[in-house]
């Protein structure tokens, strides 16, 4: 079955600017899926709409059955969201972060604190967990990022440019961490302009150019034949 069902998906920002132009798009359960292409081609624009960050203008979204336009909030509990911006309130602590998220899906205090305790320890922050989040380091954010988004455990993560910004070392032990996920049986999906991103960790992929899919399919194929 499918985790992610688009059709015929269009957005036209308020400036009249046509950022998506009809996408199609189908991501399997348990895929771990690249929407590869330039800056401003229409990544976070797709990936906004589908986490409720962007209004749609025209088209359907599915996603684990769900219809975004008529049950919005069961496709908010099926998604964990890792938005470009870093948009916790950084005057916070890390684990208080983690904890109010657990409180907007209506976690029991409880289950709360083990789940921050466990993503805060795999994320490797939990010796950081008092600290004030705008004294950690990007890639230190990056990963409370992700953390957060997966504290009530949801069945597919969406990633937006998860390694923009992050240095080597760093960069490769999130693909570890992203990897294992999926291993574990997390859908995932991110937005990259790094070829090597895409090629390493994704075994589908849709290339998305000015607001097209220009060609969609297993990483090996696509990325060989070029
Ligand atoms: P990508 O994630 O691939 O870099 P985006 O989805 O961010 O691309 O942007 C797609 C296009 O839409 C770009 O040309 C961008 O400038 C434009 N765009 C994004 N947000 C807005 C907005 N709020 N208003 C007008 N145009 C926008
Ligand atoms: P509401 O509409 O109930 O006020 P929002 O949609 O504004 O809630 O979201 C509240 C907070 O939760 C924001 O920080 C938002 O980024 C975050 N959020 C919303 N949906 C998700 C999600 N599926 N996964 C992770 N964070 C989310």
């Known amino acids: 079955s499918n985790a992610l069902e688009i059709s015929q998906l269009e957005k ?64 908010k509990r099926c998604l964990g969201i890792v938005p470009q911006e870093f948009n916790f309130n950084s005057f916070e602590k890390v684990e208080d972060i983690i904890i109010q998220q657990a409180g907007y899906y209506g976690l029991p205090r409880k289950l709360a604190k083990e789940r921050t305790e466990k993503y805060l320890k795999k994320l490797d922050l939990w010796d950081k967990r008092s600290t004030q989040a705008q004294r950690l380091s990007g890639g230190m954010k990056r990963r409370l990022m992700i953390a957060r988004a997966l504290v009530h455990e949801p069945k597919m993560l969406i990633l937006d440019e998860p390694t923009a910004g992050v240095d080597i070392e760093i960069r490769r032990s999130m693909w570890t961490f992203l990897k294992e996920l999926n291993a574990q049986g997390t859908t995932i999906i991110l937005t990259t302009h790094y070829l090597e991103e895409a090629e390493s960790l994704c075994r589908n992929i849709a290339i998305i150019g000015q607001g097209s899919i220009i060609a969609q399919g297993r990483t090996k194929e696509l990325l060989k034949e070029k």
């Open 12 to 75: 036209v920002y308020e400036n009249g600017f046509r950022a998506l132009k009809g996408i199609d798009l189908a991501v399997q359960e348990g895929d771990f899926f690249a929407l590869l292409g330039p800056n401003g081609a229409g990544k976070s624009t797709s990936l906004g709409i589908v986490s409720s960050l962007v209004n749609k203008s025209a088209g359907n979204v599915k996603v684990f059955g769900y219809d975004l336009d008529t049950q919005r909030e069961q496709v």
